[in-house]
T-cell receptor
Framework: GESVGLHLPTLSVQEGDNSIINCAYS??????FIWYKQESGKGPQFIID?????DKRQGQRVTVLLNKTVKHLSLQIAATQPGDSAVYFC???????????FGTGTLLAVQP | ETGVTQTPRHLVMGMTNKKSLKCEQH?????MYWYKQSAKKPLELMFV???????ENNSVPSRFSPECPNSSHLFLHLHTLQPEDSALYLC????????????FGEGSRLTVL
Protein backbone atom coordinates (compact mmCIF):
# COMPACT_ATOMS: atom_id res chain seq x y z
CA GLY A 1 0.00 0.00 0.00
CA GLU A 2 0.98 3.65 -0.10
CA SER A 3 2.83 5.12 2.81
CA VAL A 4 5.03 8.05 3.56
CA GLY A 5 7.19 7.83 6.63
CA LEU A 6 10.02 9.55 8.40
CA HIS A 7 13.16 7.87 9.69
CA LEU A 8 13.64 10.03 12.81
CA PRO A 9 10.83 11.33 14.95
CA THR A 10 13.08 13.93 16.65
CA LEU A 11 16.15 15.77 15.42
CA SER A 12 18.17 18.05 17.68
CA VAL A 13 20.73 20.40 16.13
CA GLN A 14 22.86 23.31 17.22
CA GLU A 15 22.03 26.77 15.96
CA GLY A 16 24.08 27.48 12.88
CA ASP A 17 24.51 23.84 11.90
CA ASN A 18 22.89 22.26 8.87
CA SER A 19 19.86 20.03 9.37
CA ILE A 20 18.83 17.04 7.30
CA ILE A 21 15.36 15.57 7.65
CA ASN A 22 14.70 12.32 5.86
CA CYS A 23 11.59 10.70 4.47
CA ALA A 24 10.85 7.37 2.80
CA TYR A 25 7.95 6.79 0.46
CA SER A 26 6.52 3.70 -1.15
CA UNK A 27 4.44 4.89 -4.12
CA UNK A 28 6.78 5.20 -7.09
CA UNK A 29 3.91 6.62 -9.18
CA UNK A 30 3.62 9.82 -7.17
CA UNK A 31 3.93 12.96 -9.28
CA UNK A 32 5.55 15.19 -6.76
CA PHE A 33 6.65 15.56 -3.19
CA ILE A 34 6.17 18.37 -0.74
CA TRP A 35 7.65 19.48 2.55
CA TYR A 36 5.51 21.26 5.14
CA LYS A 37 6.57 22.98 8.35
CA GLN A 38 4.28 23.16 11.37
CA GLU A 39 5.19 25.49 14.20
CA SER A 40 3.63 25.08 17.61
CA GLY A 41 0.05 26.29 17.65
CA LYS A 42 -0.12 26.80 13.91
CA GLY A 43 -1.21 24.89 10.86
CA PRO A 44 1.22 23.28 8.41
CA GLN A 45 2.92 25.67 6.02
CA PHE A 46 4.17 24.77 2.54
CA ILE A 47 7.97 25.04 2.29
CA ILE A 48 9.07 23.53 -1.00
CA ASP A 49 8.11 20.86 -3.48
CA UNK A 50 9.87 18.77 -6.09
CA UNK A 51 8.57 17.04 -9.18
CA UNK A 52 9.27 13.38 -9.72
CA UNK A 53 11.40 14.18 -12.80
CA UNK A 54 13.83 16.21 -10.70
CA ASP A 55 16.61 15.18 -8.30
CA LYS A 56 17.21 18.43 -6.51
CA ARG A 57 15.51 21.73 -5.90
CA GLN A 58 16.76 24.68 -3.92
CA GLY A 59 14.91 27.40 -2.08
CA GLN A 60 15.97 30.00 0.41
CA ARG A 61 18.21 28.09 2.87
CA VAL A 62 16.40 24.86 2.03
CA THR A 63 17.21 22.12 -0.46
CA VAL A 64 15.11 19.09 -1.24
CA LEU A 65 16.71 15.98 -2.68
CA LEU A 66 14.82 13.15 -4.32
CA ASN A 67 16.29 9.71 -4.84
CA LYS A 68 13.77 7.69 -6.80
CA THR A 69 15.97 4.61 -6.87
CA VAL A 70 15.61 4.09 -3.14
CA LYS A 71 12.38 6.11 -2.78
CA HIS A 72 13.94 8.59 -0.44
CA LEU A 73 13.31 12.29 0.07
CA SER A 74 15.29 14.69 2.24
CA LEU A 75 15.04 18.30 3.34
CA GLN A 76 18.25 20.13 4.08
CA ILE A 77 18.17 23.36 6.04
CA ALA A 78 21.32 25.44 5.97
CA ALA A 79 22.49 27.43 9.00
CA THR A 80 19.59 26.29 11.15
CA GLN A 81 18.02 29.03 13.23
CA PRO A 82 15.78 28.92 16.32
CA GLY A 83 12.86 29.92 14.11
CA ASP A 84 13.29 26.66 12.23
CA SER A 85 12.16 24.70 15.30
CA ALA A 86 8.99 22.94 14.20
CA VAL A 87 7.57 19.64 13.03
CA TYR A 88 8.40 18.91 9.41
CA PHE A 89 6.14 16.73 7.29
CA CYS A 90 6.87 15.21 3.95
CA UNK A 91 3.93 14.48 1.69
CA UNK A 92 3.46 12.84 -1.67
CA UNK A 93 0.90 13.65 -4.29
CA UNK A 94 -0.46 11.96 -7.34
CA UNK A 95 -0.24 8.39 -8.48
CA UNK A 96 -3.36 6.27 -8.52
CA UNK A 97 -5.09 8.06 -5.68
CA UNK A 98 -4.45 11.65 -6.77
CA UNK A 99 -4.41 12.51 -3.07
CA UNK A 100 -1.99 14.29 -0.81
CA UNK A 101 -0.60 11.74 1.68
CA PHE A 102 1.29 13.01 4.69
CA GLY A 103 3.99 11.33 6.73
CA THR A 104 3.97 11.33 10.53
CA GLY A 105 6.41 14.22 10.96
CA THR A 106 9.85 14.94 12.44
CA LEU A 107 10.35 17.37 15.28
CA LEU A 108 13.33 19.63 14.69
CA ALA A 109 14.68 21.16 17.90
CA VAL A 110 17.29 23.88 17.48
CA GLN A 111 19.59 24.34 20.45
CA PRO A 112 20.98 27.86 21.01
CA GLU B 1 -1.37 35.04 8.43
CA THR B 2 -2.13 32.37 5.85
CA GLY B 3 -5.40 33.76 4.57
CA VAL B 4 -7.34 30.87 6.10
CA THR B 5 -9.15 31.64 9.34
CA GLN B 6 -10.67 29.05 11.64
CA THR B 7 -13.03 29.57 14.56
CA PRO B 8 -13.20 28.70 17.33
CA ARG B 9 -9.55 28.02 18.12
CA HIS B 10 -10.52 25.88 21.09
CA LEU B 11 -13.71 23.97 21.78
CA VAL B 12 -14.74 21.70 24.64
CA MET B 13 -17.95 19.77 24.23
CA GLY B 14 -19.84 16.90 25.77
CA MET B 15 -20.79 13.83 23.80
CA THR B 16 -24.40 14.97 23.46
CA ASN B 17 -23.64 18.52 22.31
CA LYS B 18 -23.98 19.94 18.83
CA LYS B 19 -21.33 22.39 17.71
CA SER B 20 -19.82 23.67 14.50
CA LEU B 21 -16.35 24.58 13.32
CA LYS B 22 -16.01 27.41 10.83
CA CYS B 23 -13.40 28.09 8.20
CA GLU B 24 -13.07 31.09 5.92
CA GLN B 25 -10.48 31.66 3.22
CA HIS B 26 -9.60 35.01 1.69
CA UNK B 27 -7.37 33.68 -1.09
CA UNK B 28 -9.87 33.23 -3.89
CA UNK B 29 -9.25 29.48 -3.89
CA UNK B 30 -11.68 26.97 -5.34
CA UNK B 31 -10.98 23.94 -3.16
CA MET B 32 -11.33 23.54 0.60
CA TYR B 33 -10.45 20.68 2.91
CA TRP B 34 -10.97 19.36 6.42
CA TYR B 35 -8.12 17.39 8.00
CA LYS B 36 -7.92 15.73 11.40
CA GLN B 37 -4.59 15.84 13.24
CA SER B 38 -4.11 13.48 16.17
CA ALA B 39 -0.96 12.97 18.19
CA LYS B 40 1.66 10.74 16.55
CA LYS B 41 -0.50 10.11 13.48
CA PRO B 42 -0.29 11.51 9.96
CA LEU B 43 -2.77 14.15 8.96
CA GLU B 44 -6.02 12.45 7.99
CA LEU B 45 -8.02 13.85 5.12
CA MET B 46 -11.71 14.02 5.99
CA PHE B 47 -13.49 15.99 3.28
CA VAL B 48 -12.68 17.85 0.08
CA UNK B 49 -14.86 20.44 -1.62
CA UNK B 50 -14.18 21.79 -5.06
CA UNK B 51 -16.31 24.68 -6.28
CA UNK B 52 -18.71 24.03 -3.39
CA UNK B 53 -19.24 20.42 -4.41
CA UNK B 54 -18.07 17.62 -2.16
CA UNK B 55 -15.59 15.52 -4.09
CA GLU B 56 -14.10 13.45 -1.31
CA ASN B 57 -15.58 11.85 1.78
CA ASN B 58 -12.85 9.78 3.30
CA SER B 59 -14.95 7.23 5.22
CA VAL B 60 -15.73 9.74 7.92
CA PRO B 61 -18.41 8.85 10.50
CA SER B 62 -21.74 10.57 10.01
CA ARG B 63 -21.36 12.42 13.32
CA PHE B 64 -19.16 14.76 11.28
CA SER B 65 -21.17 16.71 8.71
CA PRO B 66 -19.49 19.21 6.38
CA GLU B 67 -21.15 22.15 4.71
CA CYS B 68 -19.76 24.44 2.02
CA PRO B 69 -22.22 27.26 1.29
CA ASN B 70 -19.79 29.04 -1.03
CA SER B 71 -16.18 28.76 -2.13
CA SER B 72 -14.96 30.95 0.73
CA HIS B 73 -16.63 29.22 3.65
CA LEU B 74 -16.51 25.72 5.04
CA PHE B 75 -18.18 24.32 8.12
CA LEU B 76 -17.84 21.10 10.05
CA HIS B 77 -20.94 20.29 12.08
CA LEU B 78 -20.33 18.06 15.07
CA HIS B 79 -22.94 15.90 16.77
CA THR B 80 -22.77 13.09 19.29
CA LEU B 81 -18.99 12.91 19.21
CA GLN B 82 -16.83 10.43 21.07
CA PRO B 83 -13.78 11.16 23.26
CA GLU B 84 -11.54 9.67 20.55
CA ASP B 85 -12.68 12.47 18.25
CA SER B 86 -10.62 14.88 20.34
CA ALA B 87 -8.00 16.30 18.00
CA LEU B 88 -6.88 19.35 16.09
CA TYR B 89 -9.13 19.95 13.10
CA LEU B 90 -7.41 21.76 10.30
CA CYS B 91 -9.04 23.55 7.42
CA UNK B 92 -7.09 24.16 4.22
CA UNK B 93 -7.67 25.64 0.81
CA UNK B 94 -5.97 25.41 -2.55
CA UNK B 95 -6.23 27.14 -5.87
CA UNK B 96 -7.55 24.04 -7.56
CA UNK B 97 -8.33 20.52 -6.48
CA UNK B 98 -5.38 18.74 -8.09
CA UNK B 99 -2.47 20.15 -6.18
CA UNK B 100 -0.35 19.39 -3.17
CA UNK B 101 0.13 23.04 -2.21
CA UNK B 102 -2.40 23.64 0.49
CA UNK B 103 -2.84 26.70 2.68
CA PHE B 104 -3.82 25.71 6.20
CA GLY B 105 -5.58 27.56 8.95
CA GLU B 106 -4.31 27.40 12.51
CA GLY B 107 -6.79 24.73 13.46
CA SER B 108 -9.56 24.22 15.98
CA ARG B 109 -8.51 22.22 19.03
CA LEU B 110 -11.46 20.03 19.96
CA THR B 111 -11.83 18.22 23.28
CA VAL B 112 -14.74 15.83 23.74
CA LEU B 113 -15.55 14.99 27.34
Amino acid sequence: GESVGLHLPTLSVQEGDNSIINCAYSNSASDYFIWYKQESGKGPQFIIDIRSNMDKRQGQRVTVLLNKTVKHLSLQIAATQPGDSAVYFCAEYGGATNKLIFGTGTLLAVQP
Amino acid sequence: ETGVTQTPRHLVMGMTNKKSLKCEQHLGHNAMYWYKQSAKKPLELMFVYSLEERVENNSVPSRFSPECPNSSHLFLHLHTLQPEDSALYLCASSLGQNTGELFFGEGSRLTVL
